[in-house]
């Protein structure tokens, strides 16, 4: 399966913050959301991605008061992507690996959504129910 079928199921929102915004304004969004990670963005181009656990390292190293800061001085700068067509499983891989839970996905250098790690695990628990009833289907018509 790949991640176009994961977008196409669960739709291709793509929820976004500017790099300036302050970070207190991040974390509502992502409490109002209830949400783990927004891309940082201006105009249609990426900047960064921000997510739960780069607020709490910052807020961790330097207190509370990094919630007046923009987003820009905590983001993850360095933002790993993927393609709809790549497969899940080679997601999975990418997302283990690299120890990260998000995955902005670009078609044509268009971001066209976001993935998370709980997207790809509810995808593979579905595809497993799938082929459980299938194989209860064919045992019971052999």
Wanted: with cysteine; net charge neutral; charged share 25%.
């Amino acid at each position: 399966m790949t991640v176009r079928a994961i977008l196409d199921s669960k739709g291709h929102q793509i929820i976004n913050v500017a790099p300036t915004d302050t970070l207190s304004a991040a974390v509502k969004l992502l409490s109002e959301r209830k949400i783990g990670a927004v891309l940082v963005m201006t105009g249609h181009h990426l900047e960064g991605i921000l997510s739960e656990r780069d607020i709490v390292r910052v807020i961790g190293e330097r207190g509370a008061s990094v919630l007046d800061e923009s987003v820009q001085a905590v983001m993850t700068r360095k933002v790993i992507s993927c393609k709809p067509t790549d497969t899940v499983g080679a997601i999975m891989e990418m997302m283990t690996s690299g120890k990260f839970r998000h995955l902005p996905v670009f078609e044509a250098d268009k971001i066209v959504g976001l993935i998370s790690i709980g997207d790809v695990v509810k995808w593979r628990v579905k595809e497993f129910e799938h082929e459980q009833e299938a194989l209860r289907d064919y045992i019971a018509t052999a």
